[in-house]
């Protein structure tokens, strides 16, 4: 099976992103043989992959990269790049290749600390691979500092480098950067392509594969979660029963307590077993004895462990509230499309009772301002206000209509 067959709903990128890697390979030819490299190449050493959330950035740049270090005999024979079976396809697709470094924000940012070690290995040829690919998940939260150190590595790469970035959009990118990228902007899959893929690749049955695909409009990540998971399906129940439970202010602070509860115990839960594992991990790296004491002089690594672990507990709460409104979001816009009679299809079918009766007692306008109250919190979150001051704002706002 192709590294391509996972991209659902991207087949123009995928016929790009083939040539490219075909190009890919004519050039390491060429370096080797000590020719002339093809004068007309799809390839480049830095790419900016774009498009909303649940599009697949992530796993159309791995797939990429993994085409990029496939080692396949059949690409002598005209194969495509990206056989999928092969060591160099395999590493990088599951994240364990040498040459292919991904750099994810573990807190709000990625930190020009966090990219300091990459950046200083993206100048430097490949170990074993064809080329050394370093895959930026979250290219939007790079701070200014991270941003900065990204530039000049892009500005002036080694000659098989190649940078991977991933962000919502290409306004999320400093000018400077992406003017350095070519741009693969990705659409949302359809409802009925992630069904499908969820009934081929995860074996769910077409029933539950088609709410799931419906319920997420085209979130393949979160589609897939919903199809599989009993514990997120009731997560997302329990979301989609607060509109009406805010119908008076202690309703409304009170569903507020109890979304930014459950986003911190998921966050917790999370958490508790990675951080305990890498912890372990580090001082037995240290050399601490089981149960010891860790060396004179190596405190301070743990402490900077732990500052990354709390960052990313910070994140998980954040990326576990803005699910709950994305959800929220959702239910508002079918609770509109009722009202306008709309012939867009409902998403949240399992909630028709919730979503006609407060179709009836609102009006359009009303519908349109607890919208942007959703919109409202999601950027408080993103300037850092406290979570359960900014949830509180939006269920009074929910409230009010």
């Excluded at 430097?124 to 500092?145: F, K, M």
């Excluded at 301070?300 to 994305?326: F, I, N, P, W, Y």
Aim: hydrophobic fraction near 45%; charged fraction near 25%.
């Amino acid at each position: 099976m192709s590294v391509w067959d996972d991209l659902v709903g991207q087949e123009k990128v995928s016929e790009h992103l083939t040539a490219a890697a075909r190009d890919a390979d004519a050039l390491v030819t060429a370096a080797a043989a000590d020719t002339p490299p093809p004068e007309a190449s799809k390839m480049t050493h830095a790419w900016l992959f774009t498009g909303p959330p649940g599009a697949g950035r992530t796993q159309v740049a791995r797939a990429f990269a993994a085409a990029l270090q496939c080692v396949s005999p059949d690409r002598a024979l005209g194969g495509v790049p990206g056989c999928g079976f092969c060591d160099g396809c395999h590493t990088a697709l599951i994240g364990t290749h040498a040459d292919v470094t991904t750099i994810a924000a573990v807190g709000t940012q990625i930190l020009a600390r966090d990219m300091r070690d990459t950046v200083r290995k993206s100048f430097t040829s490949p170990a074993n691979g064809r080329w050394q690919v370093i895959l930026v998940e979250d290219a939007e939260r790079l701070n200014e500092q991270s941003a900065n150190a990204v530039l000049k590595a892009v500005e002036e790469p080694a000659p098989r480098t190649v940078w991977l970035l991933c962000a919502p959009s290409i306004e999320d990118v400093l000018p400077t950067i992406r003017s350095r990228c070519r741009h693969l902007n990705l659409r949302t899959p359809s409802v009925e392509a992630v069904a499908d893929m969820l009934v081929r690749r995860e074996g769910v049955e077409p029933e539950v594969a088609a709410a799931a695909a419906r319920a997420t409009q085209g979130h393949i990540g979160r589609a897939r979660r919903l199809a599989t998971d009993p514990a997120a399906r009731e997560r997302r129940a329990a979301v989609l029963k607060l509109p009406l439970r805010v119908e008076d202010v202690g309703g409304a602070l009170k569903a507020a307590q109890q979304l930014v509860d459950a986003a911190t115990e998921d966050a917790k839960q999370l958490a508790e077993e990675t951080d305990a594992r890498e912890t372990e991990e580090l001082k037995a790296a240290l050399g601490a004895a089981q149960g010891g004491r860790l060396p004179r002089g190596t405190a301070g690594v743990v402490k900077d462990l732990e500052d990354m672990q709390k960052r990313r507990r910070t994140r998980t709460q954040r990326d576990s509230l803005d699910l709950a409104l994305s959800e929220l979001t959702g239910f508002y816009r079918d609770v509109l499309a009722l009202q306008l009679g709309s012939r867009v299809a409902i998403a949240n079918t399992d909630a028709e009772d919730a979503l006609e009766r407060l179709a009836r007692g609102s009006s359009p306008e009303a519908t349109l301002r607890r919208i942007e109250a959703i919109a409202a919190c999601r950027d408080a979150l993103d300037r850092n206000v406290a979570p359960l001051l900014a949830v509180e704002a939006m269920t009074m706002a929910l409230r009010a209509g």
